[in-house]
């Protein structure tokens, strides 16, 4: 006798099963999303080894979701852990060889182990995964220069400035390039950065010097250098009604080449920017305004600015999950700062300025892809 309703229930019955499946991992992917953030935000307050454990809560649920193991390795590497810290970096390249933030981290853990052949091993697979890494190249740059191989050097660092020209910046008070400073390469770089200030709207040599932390010699010859190669040109201005000082400028060809930036308020620039670009744009200002504040030694404008990274309703929120690490130090600046106040600066100026550097790099690497 034909049972009419039986098959049914057996496809009732096998659709309910694949619901509650499907709503499992649902679930499941929601919890691990949910300690992830949980995590992140720990860390972001300084509670390292708390954040290992939600992390390892996490990888219970899902053992090779990259983002969780990523930030479990940070957390260790922050903790000191370095042997833990080479363990995660490798499980993620066990999954993914090719991974080339993982093989930069993990040269960055031999680096603070001063293994500096194995930190150079590490990023030289980075690059050879991501050849557009500019990171990657600085720090090849840095190791082969505490190496000793100074062509090789140079080489790295000219391909890192190729992709981001702030790393060119950065170097020029990088004490991991002290075996390199006195090449003609390096020479070359300190006109690339001289170019690029006054591209900003940097043109007196006192300005030039501030914000390249080249001294006044080696500046004075990098005009030189850049006005015989047809790159700037020398004017004068006008100030008191009748002093005059000297001034460059870009000439009006690589002016039109590279986009000359007008400085607005506390130099910013005030070049108009898509609006997908928005809050990038924002984080790069107030960038500039938090390093300005640290090399006048103004507490008062510091703390203003700090503010906008560590706030949730400002900038805090994409700090924590994209530079949970510098949120974290920022965050601490703060209250040293009211505790010590300028004492603060002086003695951390050039640990912040490295911070701010870090982060703009990022920042503009973006950028530039959103405007491509």
């Not at 499992?24 to 691990?32: E, G, H, P, T, W």
């Not at 293994?115 to 190249?137: H, I, N, Q, R």
């Not at 390096?186 to 010097?209: C, D, P, W």
């Not at 030189?224 to 000297?246: A, F, S, T, Y």
Request: aromatic share 8%; with cysteine.
């Amino acid at each position: 006798m034909k049972k009419p309703f039986q098959r049914k229930s057996k496809a009732k019955k096998s659709e309910d099963t694949e619901n509650k499946e499907t709503t499992s991992l649902v679930n499941a992917d929601y919890n691990r999303k949910k300690l992830f953030k949980q995590g992140v935000n720990l860390m972001a307050d300084e509670k390292l080894e708390e954040a290992v454990d939600v992390f390892e809560q996490a990888l219970r649920i899902d053992p090779e979701n990259m983002e969780t193991l990523m930030k479990l390795g940070y957390a260790r590497f922050h903790l000191d852990d370095h042997l833990e810290s080479l363990r995660i970096y490798d499980k993620i390249l066990d999954i993914d060889v090719t991974n080339p933030e993982a093989w930069n981290l993990k040269g960055l853990v031999h680096y603070e182990q001063k293994k500096y052949a194995k930190a150079l091993d590490s990023v030289e697979k980075a690059v050879e995964s991501d050849p557009t890494y500019g990171m990657a190249w600085y720090n090849r740059a840095c190791f082969q220069s505490l190496l000793n191989q100074v062509p090789e050097s140079l080489e790295s660092l000219k391909r890192s400035i190729e992709i981001d020209v702030k790393n060119a910046r950065k170097s020029m008070r990088d004490r991991d390039f002290l075996h390199v400073r006195k090449e003609a390469g390096f020479k070359r770089i300190e006109e690339v950065v001289v170019l690029e200030s006054i591209r900003q709207g940097y043109h007196t040599i006192g300005a030039i010097v501030w914000t390249t932390y080249i001294d006044s010699i080696d500046v004075e010859k990098a005009l030189k250098k850049l006005m015989n190669k047809g790159l700037i040109v020398q004017n004068e201005k006008r100030i008191d009604g009748w002093h005059r000082i000297p001034v460059w400028d870009l000439t009006a060809d690589v002016a039109k080449r590279m986009g000359e930036e007008k400085k607005g308020l506390f130099g910013i620039t005030t070049k108009k920017l898509p609006t997908p670009v928005k809050n990038l744009k924002s984080l790069s200002e107030a960038i500039q305004t938090a390093r300005e504040a640290i090399e006048e030694e103004d507490v008062e404008k510091a703390l203003e600015i700090f503010d906008e990274f560590v706030d949730k309703s400002k900038s805090g929120e994409p700090m924590i999950d994209n530079f949970f690490d510098e949120h974290r130090e920022i965050r601490l600046w703060k209250i040293r700062l009211k505790d010590r106040g300028v004492d603060y600066i002086i003695d951390n100026k050039e640990k912040m300025l490295d911070l701010f550097d870090n982060i703009e790099s990022t920042v503009t690497k973006q950028l530039r892809k959103e405007l491509a």
